[in-house]
């Protein structure tokens, strides 16, 4: 195998590894967070704290999106220096909701 084929192959073989880590990002805060949930929505949270449900949801699901987009053009290589502080807010979004979900959670009683 020539020199160049070699040095492409690498190069290929990095980049897919580094998608690899924004799948998976992908898949734990936009699917098994988000069905965790949905799953304490319709379990412990009472239908009075309709607003704050409101707000968790729709931060979690921008800050998710916001977050696999970032990540998938982060690790491309795209934009760096400028998504460092975006997928930062990002990240604290996603903690935003998750400190949400701990207050909708707690003062409810365990099942229906």
Known sequence: MPL??????????RRKTTVFIA?????????VVSFVYGLIHKLWVVADSRAAATVQFY????????MGVGLMLFYGGLFQ????????????????AAA?????SSGTRLLR
């Open 100 to 104: 949400l979900m701990v207050y909708l």
């Open 23 to 31: 799948h998976a990002h992908i898949l734990l805060v936009g699917f």
């Open 81 to 96: 220096e400028t998504l460092d502080p975006i997928l930062a807010v990002s990240a604290f979004g996603v903690l935003g």
């Open 59 to 66: 931060l979690h699901q921008l800050s998710a999106l916001v």
């Open 4 to 13: 160049s084929e070699c040095a492409w192959a690498s190069t290929w073989q």
